[in-house]
């Protein structure tokens, strides 16, 4: 069974990079494969699993490129594949929502969190003298698909908690900025007041 990494809570956000059959991003390993006679870009992982901030551009389009494989691989009604699409659109709503976040959000570590958890299972099962390109990780990788087929329900589960805590913050953010403005005037009055009384200070 593969294994869960749980998310942190807070806001969120998402980007699409889009099906393979786009030209190559910039700076992205590629190569081209074929499923029934169409051709989709298959991406490596990127490096910085290991690192304290990865580069969440790359990240997210791998995931992109994963799920575009996965549904083409597994068709676009099964269940694991409609959930793990679903994380993608709300990532994307997010994002627009909450300008703020485009840089990295909980999100997305949520995501990166899930793609290095299964790329440090298949680093345990490395064994010395195998080929080192045993460790790469692909978008087109089974046991990849497997894993995030296996985890998607509880992923699209936990995307929806940090939507609606997002949303909840939201509100209550709109609620005091709304409570300030009907007491702007008495705000101006007390600084005016106050003004006045070291008025002799302060001038």
């Not at 294994?3 to 969120?12: D, E, Y």
């Not at 699409?85 to 990532?91: A, D, I, M, Q, Y």
């Not at 345990?124 to 003298?129: L, S, T």
Request: aromatic fraction near 6%.
């Amino acid at each position: 069974m593969p294994k869960f990494a749980s998310p942190t809570s807070a806001l969120v956000a998402f980007a699409v990079a889009g099906l393979s059959l786009l030209a190559p991003r910039a700076g992205a390993a590629t190569k081209v494969v074929s499923f029934d006679g169409l051709a989709f870009e298959d991406e490596q992982m990127p490096e910085g699993c290991e690192s304290a901030f990865q580069d969440t551009s790359r990240f997210l389009s791998f995931y992109e490129s994963t799920i575009a494989s996965m549904a083409a691989r597994r068709g676009p009604g099964v269940d694991p594949v409609v959930n793990l699409f679903s994380v993608s659109e709300l990532r994307a709503a997010f994002q627009a929502q909450f300008p703020n976040l485009q840089e990295e959000s909980p999100m997305d570590r949520l995501l990166i969190r899930q793609l290095c958890t299964y790329k440090q299972i298949r680093n345990a099962e490395f064994k010395p003298g195998q080929a080192r390109t045993l460790l790469q990780v692909s978008s087109s990788d089974a046991g990849l698909h497997d894993h995030l087929a296996a985890i998607s329900t509880k992923l699209l589960n936990d995307a929806k908690q940090l939507m609606l805590e997002g949303i909840a913050r939201n509100a209550k953010l709109k609620d005091r900025a709304a409570f300030t403005a009907s007491k702007l005037q008495d705000i101006r009055r007390a600084r005016s007041l106050g003004r006045e009384k070291v008025r002799d200070l302060v001038q």
